[in-house]
């Protein structure tokens, strides 16, 4: 079983920067595929970035949605088992829980679907005010 716990959350202002951090339990992190998600009120749960093994489990790829694409950034650190979201120029419409979710590795996983991965944190809440 891994767990999986997401910090960093807060209230911001528009244009401000913030990063969050997800720190997973386990002995083979570096085996998992990891990616952040978002729920805002009233809609659907919203792929947002991906850090994932590519083919030879060699090095990471990462995956980020269009709507945050120039913005929003994610990394992984193996030795502390945790991958973080940078997200800079905040939008209000960036407002939502923002939730970490991990998979082992798979080579024929889609990334973006929400259903691709087995663990889920319990969400930090990210509010941007205009």
């Known amino acids: 079983q891994v767990q999986v716990v997401e910090s960093g959350g807060g209230l911001v202002q528009a244009g401000d920067s913030l990063r969050l951090s997800c720190a997973a339990s386990g002995r083979t992190f570096s085996n998992y595929d990891m990616a952040w998600f978002r729920q805002a009120p009233g809609k659907e749960r919203e792929f947002v970035a991906a850090n994932r093994l590519i083919a030879g489990r060699t090095s990471y790829q990462n995956i980020v949605s269009d709507s945050v694409k120039g913005r929003f950034a994610t990394s992984r650190d193996n030795a502390k088992n945790s991958v973080y979201l940078q997200m800079n120029s905040l939008k209000p419409a960036d407002t939502a829980v923002y939730y970490c979710?991990?998979?082992?590795?798979?080579?024929?996983?889609?990334?973006?679907?929400?259903?691709?991965?087995?663990?889920w944190g319990q969400g930090t809440q990210v509010t941007v005010s205009s």
């Open positions: 979710a991990a998979a082992r590795y798979d080579s024929g996983r889609a990334p973006m679907m929400a259903e691709e991965y087995t663990y």
